[in-house]
DNA sequence: CACGCGTGGTG
DNA sequence: TCACCAAGCGT
């Protein structure tokens, strides 16, 4: 299986991971491992979900703010739904949110506090899939467990010169990923292969000479590195229009509705509106003097939004008061229109 | 299994 | 400006 090349790549991945880790608030550096520090398993799964299409940049502060509210699994699964969901807005895939919090559940209440170390155990829990459950048994427990995100995709395309598209390749770079992954220290390995992926073997203008496995690189050799991976075209984004109903009250209370569960933006906070198509008909929640306020667009995974905010000042049973209204408390497209409406009103009337 | 699901940075 | 991309998962 692992023959002098792969060995050698493994050896020369963890030296440079030795000297070049990256620094983050929820790893023990390799230095501290050695010292036999261990990661806590809690804030190795929650940087893991956040982390999920999501960039480490992205990622921090969030998980700063999520670990000083509620420093261990017992303590999130204790949190309300709308305080989780509040404090995710803006990070996006709110599916995550939901889920993170049902497993919280069960790991508190069923599990005794306790995460699963093994693959297996750790798929049936919601939100973990094959990506998140290799990278906790990896750098949680060091099981030896085949961690393949879209870093270690493109590394192992380079590196074996792996021609074909993804994502119908994606078994085979599975197969190569499992032939680098060494029996000790598999967790170094596995944020090894994701910090040489962020950083010099990065998506377009890969560093490859400063590559501790360039010597090893088919990729390199045929010099395709900076097409590898090959993926299937995608296709275009079609433009979708709505309407979104801004409406302030005497007070400076905002009328706000959550989403269903299921869906775009399930379950997050938002302005009530048309729906999003072609040609949406407008929708005013109640009859009023409702003006244009302005428009935006906001690009979803698989369409463009045009939205037109309307605005207008009347009082409402069931406002959200001005004193517990925190835009932050938002998803982004409804951040954007809160900040059209406001710019709206407080011109509109000094 | 192909598709639905957010957002911010980047070239 | 805008298409592409990032530590994927659920259905």
């Known amino acids: 299986m692992r023959d002098g090349k792969e060995s050698r790549i493994g050896t020369a991945l963890l030296a440079w991971y030795d000297r070049e880790a990256r620094v983050m608030p929820w790893r023990t550096g390799p230095e501290a491992w050695r010292a036999g520090e261990r990661p806590d398993p809690y804030r190795v799964w929650l940087s893991e979900v956040m982390l999920q299409q999501t960039t480490v940049a992205a990622v921090r502060d969030y998980f700063r703010r999520f670990t000083a509210r509620w ?5 999130l699964a204790a949190a309300a739904d709308a305080d989780v969901m509040a404090e995710w807005a803006g990070l996006g895939y709110y599916a995550r949110a939901r889920n993170l919090l049902k497993c919280a559940r069960v790991v508190s209440h069923d599990l005794d506090g306790r995460f699963p170390e093994t693959v297996e155990e750790l798929r049936k829990l919601p939100g973990i899939g094959p990506y998140t459950a290799g990278a906790i048994a990896a750098i949680a427990f060091d099981a030896p467990a085949v961690v393949v995100d879209g870093n270690v995709e493109r590394v192992v395309a380079r ?3 792996v021609t074909d598209p993804l994502p119908g390749v994606k078994p085979e770079l599975t197969r190569l990923a499992e032939c680098l ?11 090894a292969m994701m910090d040489l992926g962020a950083t010099i073997c990065s998506p377009r203008n890969p560093a490859c000479g400063l590559c501790p496995v360039r010597v090893d690189c088919a990729g390199y050799d045929a010099g395709l590195q900076a097409e590898l991976p090959r993926k299937a075209p995608k296709p275009e984004k079609p433009v979708r229009r709505g309407f979104a109903y801004v409406a302030v009250g005497p007070a400076g ?14 379950g997050t906070l938002g302005f009530p509106g048309s729906d999003w198509c072609e040609a949406p008909d407008p929708a005013p929640p109640f009859a009023a003097d409702w003006q244009e306020a302005g428009s935006l667009r906001h690009t979803f995974t698989h369409f463009h939004l045009d939205l037109t905010v309307m605005v207008a000042r009347a009082a409402r049973p069931g406002m959200t008061p001005k004193a517990q209204f925190r835009p932050a408390d938002l998803p982004t497209l409804m951040r954007k229109a809160w900040n059209i409406a406001e710019a709206a009103i407080s011109s509109q009337q000094g």
């Open 253 to 266: 209370g905002v009328l706000l509705e959550r989403r269903p569960e299921k869906g775009l933006l399930g």
């Open 159 to 161: 590196i074996f010169a």
């Open 71 to 75: 420093p261990d699994v017992h303590a």
């Open 181 to 191: 992954t060494p029996q000790e220290r598999p967790g170094c390995h596995a944020q």
